[in-house]
Nanobody, 124 residues
């Protein structure tokens, strides 16, 4: 079982920046990919970004391309999400997730492990 712990959420004005971090731990860690999802009140959890652990290939939802950057540190077993030019519609609880076998990156059900989430609030 992989444990994931997110940090770095908070309150920021529109146009501002935040950096989220996710630390992975457990007896074994061999994820195929790791991703960030978000869930706003009354809405379904949606894919934000993912990174393939072996080669660092990145995937993004269209609305965050050019503003969000996902990165990984294989030695530290961390995945970060750098967010710039934040908009009020980015407000949500952000979750880190790990996928152990090759699957679709954008589907939450295909991820095995989840963090507890961290709140990001963007004021207008």
């Amino acid at each position: 079982q992989v444990q994931l712990v997110e940090s770095g959420g908070g309150l920021v004005q529109a146009g501002g920046s935040l950096r989220l971090s996710c630390a992975a731990s457990g007896r074994t860690f061999s994820s195929y990919a790791m991703g960030w999802f978000r869930q706003a009140p009354g809405k379904e959890r949606e894919f934000v970004a993912a990174i393939r652990w072996s080669d660092g290939i990145r995937y993004y939802r269209d609305s965050v391309k050019g503003r969000f950057t996902i990165s990984r540190d294989t030695a530290k077993k961390t995945v970060d999400l750098q967010m710039i030019s934040l908009k009020p519609e980015d407000t949500a609880v952000y979750y880190c997730a790990a996928q152990s076998v090759p699957s679709g990156f954008t589907t939450a059900l295909l991820y095995d492990s989840w963090g507890q989430g961290t709140q990001v609030t963007v004021s207008s």
